[in-house]
């Protein structure tokens, strides 16, 4: 159980959410989440947005009635946060220059990967491109990570980046979108690095519910994943 | 004596708590909630004699209070269980439960041969996929196909044998029995419902393959009816399961005639649910001045 | 024309939804709710040659997003419909669907021709009553049954003959069939799935008569199942159910292939279900550009 | 949709919650309610505990999952409320002096009785006797009626009753204790009037779940109900 401490709307049917939490978790992991009782049944799947001391912040949009029951817990309710799950970024690329592409909720893990990123190598150069259907103000809280940051709304962020400029990119996003970072990045010979979303039922790699296809056989995204080298994943 | 003991197929369990098939992994994933060895068994995803990829496409999707899952029992083979999973799980000190599917006959006989080298301690026989049939006839839903399975696998292992039944016949007692003469020391139930989704929005099944296997509390009264009429219908132990998702559930599985319960998809909603458990009942029985929960079995 | 206007056995109904037997009484009960002659149809309780009292002790039972009922076809017996309820059901401008279930073949015989005086719509054969026997087995698990009743049934009404299969059978495309080969003109499904409650505290089985009906969203992904192969079975139309309780639903049930549908369970919920569905279908049929609902039966 | 006015805690698990609400309500009857979302499934029936110029309330404990999802509500969320249904109470009795016996959240429905009976007739003499397990802060809210109150904890408030005294009994409790005051307004050959719990899932006659045996056939609690002449339905 942990406490809630905040569950700030942001427009568009996002919210930031955050709550009590001590503990590790890495950048591009994620947490199985539930408010309180047994409706809905399955635990949601929500990347780490950011961690601070005492606190984990999950960056959301409403789709259906999971996301819904989110939406309406406030300050001093309970959430049950199971995890951290699965493998995030590597947070020390070979190269320095990485662009992080984010197509709608697939900012929600790129914010703490650039934070970390950053922390743990101030030399690291790091690009933000973000895409979104409409104007909100997600937008403003990237802005204070103070770092480069490309906003496209309404149209392809992929299409955005440069794919020359940069060494190594992280993406997140719809698959289409994420795809076409992949195959950019195939041309120009840097590798790519993506995250993968599938329906989960455990999140542990116990019911094979999330298993995605690579080239080296069958993966379960909650486990290996959720980040795959593109070429790993998007291979036919 | 521990309360909660019990004895099954000459084993002594710690608890009638089990981990059922495909919910738990090779008894290693749910480490991180707690030992695992804390449970009475725990049965293995299901194995076949040859690789298998699984289902394409969507394979999980929620419905009111359940799940339909298709995953297609992916697995790695019975070979490689042996190899690698298979040590791992003997590790765990609480009873092995192989769970074991085939396309053919044949494969579920050769499957079985090949698991008598190993030390397990029972064998489920899952005649209950619905990908797998027999002439286009599911195994686990007419009673002849059943008692054929269960025969040439009966002589193929040494070790003792549960079958796991199918949900989706019009007489789960007949289909107990069936298995039973044919030499089942235990059987176990229920498989999943078979159930489908649509996507409204794109006009389209969810699932490549259409039907999918329902699970879940939304299933939990046709899963203790049919309990009740297995344990009433053969004197071998049943083991009973399908939506359970607290001690109370587990209870009602006992009183209604199993000997030891399994939980599946209770675990995605509360990963701690095995242990919570455990010492739920133990929390009962002292209540209820049980000396072994075994007390309260087929009360009603 | 009416976008939701759907032919169905001769009959133009306003809109596919119509309300389950056993759930809306004889049609005036959710008046205060709306009016509702808006409905496309509305069946009756279930009725008998006798007048039954129905089950002793708990009748309703709520389950994981379902209900167990053990109503027991409490009913004034079709004589008596005939004198009271009839008039006040016929006065509303809704298909009228009479429910007719039975103890024996000759009382489902004598009980169709008592509704021969009468100017009903369709009546709708129920043999899956679980409480209605014949030689120990019911009429609606056994395809040889179903068939025997259906055609004595056939010859005994004048009327449209709709009959409504139980769920708890192992292959429901032979049961529809079974009954389409004896002349049903419609088949309707699914009724409730055999289940069972039991109360821990008091250590007894819920009901009376232990076992009981499933009905509400959890069987939903059961229903569809069922509905979509009874529909790939037949040629005449199917209507379905089990489960319903939004447009949404009711969309992958046409898109399942059924003709119309019946929402039983999903009213106690929410009582103005079956306005608020068919305002719904109304703006779907709009938003999607479809002249009429018809055009999305049996895409999937 | 009913807004919340308040939902406060009176002790031993109990609440007494108040929605906004205009219309018609007989004291008796009772309301199939359910806080938003489909969890879980059926409506609960609550006896109307007071009626006001814009508002209602209802008295309830909590004993499984639905009235525990009413003990999470506060102050500007809102109910589903469904009615009124059902025949309440006759507030116009054969006999001037009333005896109201109410067990445990049987006194739900009585504090509406009351108030209106006195209202529609001043010289209307009312005796309520009420029985609960522990004390609790329910007692001091029917104390606001100023009327005989005679309070009984852990025992079995049926016995306290004087039945020599009153013309008429309205009961409500636990079903031995209504029988008990049936049998003893028999043997002084008083009226009896008792309100029935049953399961309910339609709540408007159409389910027949909720039948109960009289002399008179079968009848239905939600519909012919809550409230019988105790002979009626106590006849074996
Ligand atoms: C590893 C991972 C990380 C994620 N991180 C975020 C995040 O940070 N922010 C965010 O807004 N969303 C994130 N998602 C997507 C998020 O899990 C879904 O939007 C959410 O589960 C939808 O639930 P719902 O009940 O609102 O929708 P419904 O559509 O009603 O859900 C029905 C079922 O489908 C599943 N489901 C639906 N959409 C998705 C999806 N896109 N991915 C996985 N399962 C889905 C649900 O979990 C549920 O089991 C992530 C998904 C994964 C797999
Ligand atoms: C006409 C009527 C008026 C009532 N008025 C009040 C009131 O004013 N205050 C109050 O506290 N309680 C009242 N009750 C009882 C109240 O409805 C139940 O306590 C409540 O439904 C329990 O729901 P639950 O989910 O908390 O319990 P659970 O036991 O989890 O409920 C499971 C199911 O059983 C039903 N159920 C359980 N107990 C009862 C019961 N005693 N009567 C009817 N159904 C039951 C529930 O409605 C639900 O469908 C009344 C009941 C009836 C029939
Ligand atoms: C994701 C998933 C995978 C499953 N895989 C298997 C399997 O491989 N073999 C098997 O016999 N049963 C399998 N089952 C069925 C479960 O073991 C169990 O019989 C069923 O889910 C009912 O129990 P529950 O409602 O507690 O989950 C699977 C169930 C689920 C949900
Ligand atoms: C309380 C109740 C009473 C019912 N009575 C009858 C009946 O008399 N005859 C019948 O054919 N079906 C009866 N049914 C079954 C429903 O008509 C319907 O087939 C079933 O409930 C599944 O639909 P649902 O999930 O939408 O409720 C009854 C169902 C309920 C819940
Ligand atoms: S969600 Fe269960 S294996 Fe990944
Ligand atoms: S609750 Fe449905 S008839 Fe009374």
């Known amino acids: 159980m942990a406490v809630i401490l905040e569950n700030r709307f942001l427009g568009d049917e996002m919210y930031l959410l955050s709550a009590q939490y001590e503990g590790k978790a890495e950048p591009g992991q994620f947490f199985m989440i539930r408010s309180a009782g047994s409706f809905p049944l399955l635990s949601r799947p929500l990347s780490i947005f950011d961690v601070q001391e005492d606190s984990i912040s999950f960056l959301y949009k409403v789709i259906g009635e999971g996301t819904k029951e989110f939406s309406r817990l406030s300050q001093g309710m309970e959430l049950d946060l199971y995890g951290p799950f699965g493998k995030g970024f590597d947070l020390t690329p070979e190269g320095l220059n990485v662009a992080l592409v984010g197509g709608g909720m697939g900012a929600a893990p790129l914010f703490y990967t650039a934070k970390r990123m950053r922390e743990l190598n101030p030399d690291q150069e790091i690009t933000l491109y973000l895409g979104f259907q409409k104007e909100n103000a997600v937008v403003d809280v990237f802005k204070e990570l103070n770092l480069p940051l490309i906003l496209n709304f309404g149209g392809y962020v992929s299409e955005e980046v440069d794919y020359e400029k940069h060494d190594v990119f992280y993406t997140c996003g719809p698959e289409v979108m994420m795809r076409r970072v992949s195959s950019h990045g195939k041309e120009f010979g840097k590798p790519v690095f993506v995250s993968l979303e599938k329906h989960m039922a455990c999140g542990v790699g116990a019911c094979l519910g999330c298993t995605c296809k690579t080239k080296e056989g069958n993966k379960r995204v909650c486990k290996e994943g959720p980040v795959f080298p593109g070429e790993e994943v998007f291979y036919e | ?300």
């Open chain 2, 1 to 300: 004596m521990n309360r909660l003991e019990t004895e099954f197929l000459g084993f002594t369990m710690k608890n009638p708590i089990t981990a059922a098939s495909g919910t738990f992994g090779y008894g290693e994933e749910f480490r991180s909630f707690y030992d695992p060895s804390l449970l009475g068994g725990i049965s293995s995803k299901g194995l076949t004699l040859f690789p298998k990829e699984g289902n394409s496409g969507i394979r999980i999707w929620e419905t009111p209070s359940g799940i339909l899952n298709s995953i297609g029992l992916e697995n790695p083979s019975v070979g490689r269980f042996l190899e690698e999973e298979y040590k791992r799980m003997r590790a765990i000190d609480s009873l092995l439960v192989v769970n074991l599917g085939g396309n053919t006959l044949e494969e579920y006989v050769e499957g079985a041969r090949l698991l008598n080298e190993a030390d397990i301690d029972v064998l489920e026989l899952n005649i209950s996929c619905p990908n797998v049939k027999e002439g286009g006839m599911a195994f686990g839903v007419d009673p002849k196909s059943a008692e054929k399975v269960t025969r040439a696998v009966r002589k193929a292992t040494k070790h003792k044998l549960m079958v796991k039944l199918s949900p989706n016949v019009t007489h789960i007692g007949d289909m107990a029995k069936a298995c039973e003469e044919a030499g089942a020391d235990a059987i176990s139930l229920i498989n999943t419902v078979q159930g489908m989704a649509i996507d409204v929005d794109r006009k389209k099944a969810v699932f490549d393959q259409t039907y999918a296997g329902l699970s879940g509390p939304a299933v939990r009264p046709i899963a203790l009816r049919m309990v009740h009429q297995a344990a009433k219908a053969v004197k071998v132990p049943v083991v009973g399961m399908g939506g359970i998702a607290s001690y109370k559930d587990a209870l009602s599985f006992l009183m209604a005639g199993a000997a030891a319960v399994m939980i599946g998809t209770g675990q995605f909603v509360n990963p701690y649910l095995g242990k919570e458990m455990v010492e739920d009942l133990e929390r009962y029985c002292e209540k209820e001045n049980l000396m072994n929960i075994g007390e309260i079995r087929g009360i009603v």
